[in-house]
């Protein structure tokens, strides 16, 4: 076994008396304290992560925008300068190798970030499938630290350490800019549910920013976050997380994602002719639906548990915790289309043998007021 990688924030994370797990491959933190506590404060306050894990890939040059339009099913040639867009990278029969965020920095200059646990896969993809263009693909991931700011107070306190324009800065736009002296590129993008930045800073400068950022956010109620309320606060914001409601025996259009699929950009792409026959499959009979279930009682449901009807299997549970916010067990799960529809009646969760009730609901479970 080898032994797990440190981020940059590695002993900021231990001198906070941080709970440390391995999370693919990566030393990381779990929770601080409470993570009820953690995940309340992103809702009402602002929580600072330390996302370093994830895996940056840049790609540039003259064909670089084809060389990912024929990897990725999204077209990126409408990506303007210092815009982002969610898209995802299939096998060639249409499985989900993993979803990405695609940042355009430049005119032939793109970053791709994969999900940890999926970085190297993608970036062995990326450079096999731009092989025979004119681009160059580079492994980024030990030249960023990535840390995170999100929550209602988070751009009040970024502001106050930056002179970049935040208000002008839409969602799923970055611009480069400096915060508390350190170049960054800032993102109005992240997996909360909440408004919120996520910085990319060279690895020296990973600690300098953290302790800006705490300071500049004390008095505000921002609290450090570990990968634990990441999870709960993207559950109740109905966001996919890779290896649960998606994975290579899924293909977009049966995860519900087929829109992220642009089958109208130029020339072929992996995976067109499976994704086409997809598409297709899911508008003659719609495939399992992923929606939420809220428990009427207290237990909480697992991925893998089974989804019951009438004492039948009509689904499964891919996500499941207690909801902060809500105050009661919930899940995300893959039911039978007739099953589907929010308020739909019978329904329940087989947690060890007992059929507990749920309720269908409408992803996702909690919207942020704007």
């Known amino acids: 076994m080898s032994n797990p990688r440190l981020t940059a924030l590695d002993a900021t994370h231990r001198s906070l008396g941080a709970t440390m797990t391995d999370f693919a491959g990566w030393d990381m933190p779990l929770r601080y304290g409470s993570e009820r506590d953690e995940h309340n404060a992103v809702r009402t306050r602002a929580g600072l992560f330390d996302l370093s894990h994830m895996g940056e890939i840049t790609v540039t040059g003259p064909e670089a925008v084809k060389a990912l339009d024929y990897a990725l099913v999204g077209n990126i040639g409408t990506i303007g300068v210092g815009r982002a867009r969610y898209t995802m990278i299939c096998q060639e029969d249409g499985g989900i190798v993993d979803d990405l965020i695609v940042y355009r920095l430049g005119e032939s200059e793109y970053m791709v970030v994969a999900n940890a646990g999926n970085a190297q896969v993608v970036l062995d993809a990326v450079t096999e499938r731009a092989a025979g263009f004119d681009a160059e693909v580079r492994d980024d991931r030990d030249n960023y630290a990535l840390l995170a700011v999100q929550g209602p107070e988070s751009p009040g306190i970024l502001q106050s350490l930056t002179d970049a324009d935040l208000d002008g ?6 611009l480069p800019g400096t915060v508390a002296g350190v170049p960054a590129l800032i993102a109005r993008t992240g997996y909360t549910g909440e408004d919120g930045f ?7 400068d990973a600690e ?17 976050c570990g990968l634990s309320c990441r999870d709960t606060l993207r559950l109740e914001a109905g966001m996919p997380l890779y290896g649960h409601e998606l994975t290579t025996a899924l293909t977009p259009f049966d995860a519900g994602l ?3 699929v642009k089958f109208e950009k130029e020339g072929d792409f992996v995976g067109r002719a499976a994704l086409e ?11 399992r639906k992923l929606v939420g279930l809220v428990a009427e009682g207290r237990r909480v449901p697992r991925a893998g548990f089974s989804v019951v009807a009438n004492g039948e299997v009509v689904g499964e549970v891919t996500s499941g915790a207690p909801s902060p916010t809500l105050g009661k067990p919930i899940a995300m799960a893959y039911v039978d289309a007739e099953h589907a529809a929010p308020g739909t009646s019978g329904v329940g969760v087989d947690i060890r043998g007992t059929h507990e009730p749920y309720e269908v609901v409408a992803l996702p479970f909690y919207k942020r007021q704007k």
């Open 169 to 174: 800065l839409k969602y799923y736009a970055g």
């Open 198 to 204: 996520e910085l990319f800073v060279a690895p020296a």
């Open 208 to 224: 300098k920013l953290w302790q800006a950022l705490t300071e500049a956010g004390r008095d505000a109620g921002l609290v450090p």
């Open 258 to 260: 087929g829109r992220v």
């Open 277 to 287: 026959a997809a598409a297709e499959r899911a508008a003659a009979k719609a495939p």
